[in-house]
C-alpha cells in the first residue's frame, strides 16, 4: 500500500533548530515535497529532493534517504512566523502526490 | 507572480443544494487538480485534468464531478452537497512536468448544513 507518515504536532522555541521527519511507502518513487501551510492559507512550496542527500535553502534544508523511505525537513535559528503546518508529499508510480497530514509546528517564544 | 483563484474563500450550502466550486489559474498550466483537507488527513485528490476537456478521477471522487472546459479553468461540482462533503477545498496548478511543484489556490471553506 501507500502512506507516509509525520508527527501530528511538534513544538521549539524561537532561535533553536528542529527537524521534522518524514517515513514513506509508495508503489513508485518520482521524488520528495515539502510544503509548509500557514493556518487558514493554501500550502506553499519548500522543496523538492529526488536524489539521496541533504538539500539547502537559506534557513531550510530537506533530507532524503530512498533506501530507508525516509526524509526530514531541518529548520534552522526558528522564527515565530514559521509557525505553520508542514506538509510532505511524494509521488507515486502515476507521478501523482501522496500527501502526508502535515506535522503542526508551535514556535515558543 | 504566479496565480491560482478561487471563486470563494467561505460558503454555507444547504443539503441537497448542487454547488459549483471555480478555480482559475493565470500561469497557462496544463494540469489542474481538486483536493479535500480534512484535519488529520493528509491533502485527498479528487479530481484532476490533464488538459482541456480532459478529467481523470483521483481517490475519492464519488459525490463530485469537474469540467474543464478552457484550459485556465477547472470547475469542481457537487451535485447534491451532503454534510459530510463539509471541507476545505483547495485547487493547484502545476505545468506538465511531474517533478514540478503545484501552485495551489487560497481554498474554499465549504460548509454543508
Known amino acids: 500500500g501507500q502512506n507516509i507518515d509525520q508527527p501530528t504536532e511538534m513544538t521549539a522555541t524561537e532561535g533553536a533548530i528542529v527537524q521534522i521527519n518524514c517515513t514513506y511507502q509508495?508503489?513508485?518513487?518520482?521524488?520528495l515535497f515539502w510544503y509548509q501551510q500557514h493556518a487558514g492559507e493554501a500550502p506553499t512550496f519548500l522543496s523538492y529532493n529526488v536524489l539521496d542527500g541533504l538539500e539547502e535553502k537559506g534557513r531550510f534544508s530537506s533530507f532524503l534517504s530512498r533506501s530507508k523511505g525516509y526524509s526530514y525537513l531541518l529548520l534552522k535559528e526558528l522564527q515565530m512566523k514559521d509557525s505553520a503546518s508542514y506538509l510532505c508529499a511524494t509521488t507515486d508510480s502515476n507521478y501523482q502526490l501522496i500527501w502526508g497530514a502535515g506535522t503542526k509546528l508551535i514556535i515558543k517564544p | 507572480d504566479v496565480k491560482v483563484t478561487q471563486s470563494s474563500r467561505y460558503l454555507v450550502k444547504r443539503t441537497g443544494e448542487k454547488v459549483f466550486l471555480e478555480c482559475v489559474q493565470d500561469?497557462?498550466?496544463?494540469?489542474m487538480f481538486w483536493y479535500r483537507q480534512d484535519p488529520g488527513l493528509g491533502l485527498r485528490l479528487i479530481y484532476f485534468s490533464y488538459d482541456v476537456k480532459m478529467k481523470e478521477k483521483g481517490d475519492i471522487p464519488e459525490g463530485y464531478s469537474v469540467s474543464r472546459e478552457k484550459k485556465e479553468r477547472f470547475s469542481l461540482i457537487l451535485e447534491s452537497a451532503s454534510t459530510n462533503q463539509t471541507s476545505m477545498y483547495l485547487c493547484?496548478?502545476?505545468?506538465?512536468?511531474?517533478?514540478?511543484?503545484?501552485?495551489f489556490g487560497p481554498g474554499t471553506r465549504l460548509l454543508v448544513l
Open positions: 509508495t508503489s513508485g518513487f518520482n521524488g
Open positions: 493547484a496548478s502545476r505545468t506538465g512536468d511531474v517533478i514540478e511543484t503545484q501552485y
Open positions: 500561469m497557462d498550466h496544463e494540469n
